[in-house]
């Protein structure tokens, strides 16, 4: 299984940008995919869900209402469109994926930097 997550850059603040994460290797039906981010000193921070099947999203209280998550099952492609940018999300995202009776995110992508300036 393969993740490649692209769509990173340099964007001020208020500004938005559309992280894609391009899967591979396997089918994911039954899966969950997430959006992960870490900026630096700071412990990796879970930021959306989708479950692939269903499409039911799960959103942390830091992004919710300005990031959205989304999957076109016909690309096995997740996407995560971030709105209302602010120099606190900062940080590299990461996409992963996981089976839905698992505990931890089995696979991860390479990562991506998100940089907002002020």
Do not use: H
């Not at 393969?2 to 290797?25: E, N, P």
């Not at 630096?40 to 989708?50: D, F, N, Q, S, V």
């Not at 209280?61 to 997740?78: C, E, L, P, W, Y």
Request: positive net charge; contains cysteine.
């Amino acid at each position: 299984v393969q993740l490649q997550a692209s769509g990173g850059g340099l964007v001020q603040a208020g500004g938005s940008l559309k992280l894609s994460c391009a899967a591979s290797g396997r089918t994911f039906s039954g899966y969950f995919m997430g959006w992960f981010r870490q900026a630096p000193g700071k412990e990796r921070e879970l930021l959306a869900t989708i479950n692939w099947s269903s499409g039911t999203t799960y959103y942390a209280d830091s992004v919710k209402g300005r990031f959205t998550i989304s999957r076109v099952k016909a690309k096995n492609t997740v996407y995560l469109q971030m709105n209302s940018l602010k120099p606190e999300d900062t940080a590299v995202y990461y996409c992963a994926a996981k089976f839905m009776t698992s505990t931890d995110y089995k696979y991860w992508g390479q990562g991506t930097l998100v940089t907002v300036s002020s």
